[in-house]
């Protein structure tokens, strides 16, 4: 069996001490682990952000991409090869604002990829400024006298964008995130992880004591993760109880699996054959 270690790059994280990434970074080392997924086979992909400098503590093959473009590239990695484990990672900005609009098409698509979104409510590397789902009347950089605008529900969005499996953890339960990242990761389709993963520096309301005295965890109510209706009925509760766990999981066909370019198997085991000039005339 792999050991965690085997995930260790040999870039030590530069995230500040404390940083909710951290705990996202070691229950992924351990999930891949668990699962005996070997480096080669695995492909992360990041935006830009704090969160999304994690391809490069991870030891897999991985690629930084731009702010918000993230999943984009990840869809495009698994048309290309299906074979490989991909997994998109970022930040609540990254993922939920300059990049909703690839996230949502995402949803939809479903390609085989999970998706791990370090939600900790603001934008961390560019100091502290409001995020997608900073809460209202929340005091930040960019909003001296309080957040105006309504927070985006990532768990709703991704159930009413078709999402196949929708989840969400804690970087404080570690355990428990391994074993999502887990499902996550051998679902067969578009599999949303969003992380509380708290920004110690920025972020002073979101804390780990914060999340402690609200989470309690969707196994423990025996929820029915293949029951829609429920699941969209637990997104609504923020309060004094915040659920963690799966929300939904359903299969259904992959994009790679519906594609008609794909029928005879991913596009980087297929035999190159150019093009005759001569058909690409009769077009002309
Ligand atoms: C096109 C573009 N716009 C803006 C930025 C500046 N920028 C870099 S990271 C970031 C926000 C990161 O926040 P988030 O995704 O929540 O990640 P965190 O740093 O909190 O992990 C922004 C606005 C950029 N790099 N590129
Ligand atoms: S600024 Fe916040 S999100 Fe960025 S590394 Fe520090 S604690 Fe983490």
Known sequence: MAETVTFKSDVKP??????GDYGVLSALEKACADLHLDPKDIMVVS?????????????????????????????????????????????????????????????RRNLDIT??????????????????TTEMSVKTK????GNIEQPVNPIALALAGGASFVARGF????????????????????????VFS????????????????????????????????TAMKKVQEWGPRIPLGVFYAKERPTYETM?????????????????????LLEFV
């Open 259 to 279: 594609e008609p370019a794909l029928r005879n198997g991913p596009l980087a085991k297929q035999p190159f054959k150019p093009l005759d000039p001569a058909i």
């Open 198 to 229: 708290p920004c110690v520096t920025f972020n002073k309301i979101n804390t780990y004591p914060w999340f402690k005295e609200r989470v309690y965890k969707l196994e423990d109510e025996k929820h029915d993760v293949t029951n829609f209706e």
């Open 115 to 132: 998706y791990i979104v370090m939600d900790n409510q603001i934008y961390g590397l560019t100091t502290g400024q409001t995020s997608p």
């Open 14 to 19: 530069d995230w500040c001490p404390g940083c």
């Open 171 to 194: 970087s404080g339960e570690p355990a428990q995130l391994a074993e999502l990242y887990k499902k996550a990761i051998t679902h067969k389709g578009f599999a949303l992880v969003d």
């Open 142 to 145: 960019s909003a001296p006298e």
């Open 47 to 107: 935006g830009i952000g704090c969160s999304s400098n994690l391809p490069g503590f991870f030891r897999s093959y991985g690629m930084h991409t731009l702010h918000g473009r993230g999943v984009a590239v990840a869809n495009g990695v698994k048309l290309g090869n299906h074979d490989l484990t991909v997994i998109a990672v970022g930040g609540d900005g990254d993922g939920y604002g300059i990049g909703v609009g690839h996230f949502i098409h995402s949803l």
